[in-house]
């Protein structure tokens, strides 16, 4: 399986979009500062995230996701309660 995940900084509340194929390992990383992106940012809370069996496919929802300000917004408002 292959994931697309929303991490959220605890240190400044701002999210993290993310696809990998083990999510408790790139959760550890990402909380170890171990992740060049998010290093300055992190612990993290994992808020969301969406399984694959295809790679491509998971690659494709973060893209959209990240370039698509309206899709990530769409998200946010129907996962509303677990991002608090």
């Known amino acids: 399986m292959f994931y697309l995940y929303i991490l959220k900084s605890k240190k400044d509340l701002q999210f993290y979009i993310g696809s990998t194929k083990d999510l408790r390992k790139r959760l550890k990383y990402h909380n170890e500062g171990k992740v060049f992106s998010t ?17 491509k496919d998971a690659r ?16 946010k408002n129907r996962i509303r309660d677990s991002l608090k």
Do not use: I
């Open 39 to 55: 290093k300055l940012r992190y612990p993290f809370d994992l808020v969301y995230y969406e399984a694959y069996k295809s790679e």
């Open 60 to 75: 494709k929802r973060e893209c959209n996701l990240k370039l698509r300000s309206r899709a990530f917004a769409q998200l």
